[in-house]
């Protein structure tokens, strides 16, 4: 153990005797650790985002939405009707599905682009219609005012509902907007609710306006819906229950016309396109790893021509080819961790700035990954010189010039 210090040791003062040589040899493995440890903290910090805001809807809806969404196995999107203008949704499908005996809820979507206007200043959003039970299964929170109800949606009522970033945009101040009046395409509607911030992926609530679907009808004239969402009073009977909306469906549509998905398998497919993307990311960021093994292995060779001297004295005096090599390998791991351990602290200091903005953790895992193939790559790389070195004969590395 005390001989294993002293190797440490005395690779460790060979590198510090060239610390512009070590910091410059070790900036290849920095930039591919803090790259490849970046790209896993963004893709967790996605997955963390998005599984979060599918938990905060429930877990027991189900998208009824156009076209083929998803392919047959579940496994990604593939393009459909659904983004290519195929069938839209009406009443009557609504009325129909709400027959269901498992069923809780049914509420649809009808999603406009509109320009808003209120008092000189105007925004592009959307606008959506929708029902009174949107307020239950997507857990919508006021933060002033009141959601619309059924009566509202009976009524046919010139009333809207601002997410907090429209209103902020539109009032300066959210608390500006309730009460006032919007106006999009000369209908003016009257604002009753400003809803919490939410950062929603599902509707993207911040941005946009929620109104009475029957209302919506104005800006709306094929009076269609562009998806519908199902809540379940029993999860159990989820497959149970996507089977007869499919049958209720297929008395009017074609089976390609439409699909009926859960959340898990949206979340599912989501995962697995982020997977995709997190994975080629990292085999870019692993080339300047390699770039960087090699600059260790180049460098490493130099250090071995230029202490041939030193190699051939401490072979006289009874260090073994294997006290050679062990140096040499250690020497180039520690130059590959030092420069996984500064790669490493630079991605947290990204990732600290960064997550005030942008969903980014970096996992233990990812700690262990980074140290772990900053090692790996020092042994892989530092083992061909340490080679060299230790194969050096006695007599031969002391006569050099």
């Given amino acids: 153990m005390g001989y294993l210090n002293f190797i440490l040791q005395s690779a460790y003062d060979d590198l510090r005797r060239n610390k512009i040589r070590t910091f410059l040899t070790s900036l290849g493995i920095l930039i591919g650790v803090a790259a490849v440890v970046l790209i896993l903290a963004f893709g967790l910090g996605l997955k ?11 877990t027991n809806l189900i998208f009824v939405l156009p076209g083929r969404v998803l392919s047959q196995g579940g496994g990604g ?14 009443e009557k499908d609504v009325l129909s599905l709400k027959r269901i005996e498992e069923i809780k809820y049914v509420v649809p979507y009808s999603v406009k682009t509109v320009q808003v206007q209120s008092k000189g200043k105007s925004e592009i959003t959307d606008i959506r219609g929708t029902t009174e039970d949107d307020y239950i299964i997507s857990n919508i929170e006021m933060d002033q005012g009141i959601f619309f109800d059924r009566k509202d949606v009976e009524k046919k009522s010139k009333i809207a509902v601002l997410g907090q970033t429209i209103a902020e945009k539109l009032f300066q101040s959210s608390e500006l907007g309730l009460g006032k009046t919007i106006r999009i395409e000369n209908h003016r509607l009257k604002v009753i609710g400003i809803l919490k911030k939410k950062g929603d992926i599902n509707h993207n609530s911040d941005s946009s306006i929620f109104i009475p679907y029957t209302s919506a009808f104005v800006f709306n004239q094929d009076k269609k819906f562009f998806d519908i969402h199902i809540q379940l009073k029993d999860y159990k009977e989820i497959e149970k229950v996507k089977e007869k909306i499919k049958q209720t469906l297929l008395k009017r549509y074609k089976e ?40 260790i292995m ?26 050679i090599l062990l140096h040499f390998l250690i020497e180039s791991v520690l130059l590959s961790l030092f420069g996984g351990l500064i790669g490493l602290g630079l991605a947290f200091i990204i990732v600290f700035f960064i997550q005030k903005f942008f969903p980014a953790y970096i996992d233990l895992n990812s700690i262990v990954l ?32």
């Fill in 298 to 323: 180049n460098i490493m060779y130099v250090s071995v021509t230029e202490r041939r001297k030193e190699i051939g004295i401490r072979r006289a005096i009874g260090a073994t080819s294997q006290d």
């Fill in 370 to 401: 980074a140290l772990g193939v900053s090692s790996l790559i020092g042994i892989i790389f530092g083992v061909f010189p340490a080679k060299k070195a230790a194969d050096l004969s006695p007599m031969d590395a002391i006569r050099y010039e």
């Fill in 77 to 90: 999107f593939r393009p459909g009707a659904g983004t290519l203008g195929g069938i839209r949704f009406d």
């Fill in 256 to 295: 390609d016309d439409f699909s009926v998905i859960e959340q898990t398998e949206i979340l599912g497919t989501i995962e697995s396109i982020l997977n995709a993307v997190s994975l080629l990311l990292v085999a870019l960021g692993a080339i300047s790893l390699i770039v960087g093994g090699v600059g």
């Fill in 48 to 58: 963390v985002f998005i599984t979060s805001q599918f938990q905060d809807l429930g």
